[in-house]
């Protein structure tokens, strides 16, 4: 089993910037695909940025490209989400993700254990 925690979510002004990041406990995931998402009230999970096993695979959805980066430190056992140029859409609350598999292209169905969810306020 994998338990994944998630922190730094907050509020933050447009323009601004937070990391998150997602600690994942019970046995490692150095070789497992990683992903974040997002869920707002009323609407389906959608994925917002994953990297492969080995790290060296990445992808973003559209809408966050260029602005968020996707990291991990295996040492750690954690991943990371840098967000930059935060904009009031991007206010959801975001959810870590680790997949049995190494790599991952981003359907909530390839990740078999979840985060709690941190959230993520951007104010105009």
């Known amino acids: 089993q994998v338990q994944l925690v998630e922190s730094g979510g907050g509020v933050v002004q447009a323009g601004g910037s937070l990391r998150l990041s997602c600690a994942a406990s019970?046995?490692?995931?150095?070789?497992?695909?990683m992903g974040w998402f997002r869920q707002t009230p009323g609407k389906e999970r959608e994925s917002v940025a994953g990297i492969s096993g080995s790290g060296t695979l990445k992808y973003y959805a559209d809408a966050v490209k260029g602005r968020f980066t996707i990291s991990r430190d295996p040492a750690k056992n954690t991943v990371y989400l840098q967000m930059n140029t935060l904009k009031p859409e991007d206010t959801a609350v975001y959810y870590c993700a680790a997949s049995m598999a190494t790599f991952a292209i981003g359907r909530t169905s390839e990740y078999n254990y979840w985060g709690q969810g941190t959230q993520v306020t951007v104010s105009s």
């Open positions: 019970g046995r490692t995931v150095s070789s497992s695909a």
